[in-house]
């Protein structure tokens, strides 16, 4: 199995910056692309960034491209999202994701495992 522990949530003013991170635990090897996902009350649950194995590919959502980056430290097994010029529009519950297949993915349903979320609140 595979663990994903989130950590690097907060409340911060709009404008401002936070950086999650994710350790992987367990049977990393079988982790290929990872992602971070977010989700807002009362909204779906949608992909915010993503990234390849090698770390040589990304994908971002139209909404944070600009802003958000995504990274990976394989050799510490963890992923990690530095969000910049943060608004009160991200705030939102963010959950890492890992998928067992090389190919990417964009939706929550292709991803194999999850971390429990970390609570982002960005104030006006």
């Known amino acids: 199995q595979v663990q994903l522990v989130e950590s690097g949530g907060g409340l911060v003013q709009a404008g401002g910056s936070l950086r999650l991170s994710c350790a992987a635990s367990g049977r990393t090897f079988s982790i290929y692309p990872m992602g971070w996902f977010r989700q807002a009350p009362g909204k779906e649950r949608e992909l915010v960034a993503a990234?390849?194995?090698?770390?040589?590919?990304?994908y971002y959502a139209d909404s944070v491209k600009g802003r958000f980056a995504i990274s990976r430290d394989n050799a510490k097994n963890t992923v990690y999202l530095q969000m910049n010029s943060l608004k009160p529009e991200d705030t939102a519950v963010y959950y890492c994701?890992?998928?067992?297949?090389?190919?990417?993915?964009?939706?929550?349903?292709?991803?194999?495992?999850w971390g429990q979320g970390t609570q982002v609140t960005v104030s006006s």
């Open positions: 990234i390849n194995w090698s770390g040589g590919n990304t």
């Open positions: 994701a890992g998928r067992r297949t090389v190919a990417a993915a964009v939706e929550s349903w292709e991803y194999d495992y």
